[in-house]
């Protein structure tokens, strides 16, 4: 993320000067490209920083003056002797906490967990099917039950026939 000098300054420019030699317009890409959204945490942290610099930006009357203040105040607004520096972490606790609950992981479509009890009931199955098939000699093939195509393309091989290809109507292939 990129905190632009005349967003901290209050000053919003269209275009900008290049080599002394009067005004020229830049045109910005961004236009055509989608815009970046930041999650709440991010945003709010970057907004405490703005303000930070903001609120002590200093008397320099250039922009390298103002830009060595914004420095010298960011390095230490995130040094841990700093007595802002509890309010920032403080903060940042806040976030991660309230956002825990939010933060439950997508399961593959087609899949479920299992309660303690099945999963007792299919430890159980499986241990005597396993004990089947090592009385037969054969040998157990341990690999996750989704891998990343490629990955598993390098451990056994282009021909394998122990790859399986999921395909997900959203998303695509697990």
């Known amino acids: 993320m990129v905190l632009e000098g005349a967003e901290l300054n209050g000053k919003k420019s269209e275009g900008s000067e290049v080599n002394g ?4 317009k830049v045109e910005k890409k961004s236009e055509k490209k989608k815009k970046v959204v930041l999650g709440k945490g991010t945003s709010v942290i970057l907004q405490l920083i703005k303000d930070r610099l903001q609120g002590k930006g200093g008397n320099a009357v250039d922009s390298l003056g ?3 203040n914004w420095v010298e105040e960011l390095i230490s607004f995130l040094d841990p002797k700093d007595p802002e520096f509890d309010s920032l972490l403080n903060r940042v606790k806040e ?5 825990e609950t939010r933060r439950l992981p997508k399961l593959p479509k ?3 967990d299992f309660a303690k009890e099945q999963m007792a009931i299919r430890k159980k199955a499986f241990s005597i099917i396993e004990e089947v ?3 037969h000699g054969a040998t157990a093939l341990d690999t996750p039950v989704f891998e990343l195509r490629e990955t598993l393309m390098g451990k056994y091989g282009e021909d394998s026939k122990l790859i399986y290809d999921l395909a ?5 292939e697990l």
């Open 21 to 24: 030699g009067g005004n020229v």
């Open 66 to 68: 103002l830009l060595g």
């Open 95 to 99: 976030l991660v906490e309230s956002n």
């Open 110 to 112: 087609g899949t479920r």
């Open 133 to 135: 098939f090592e009385r």
């Open 168 to 172: 997900d109507q959203d998303t695509g």
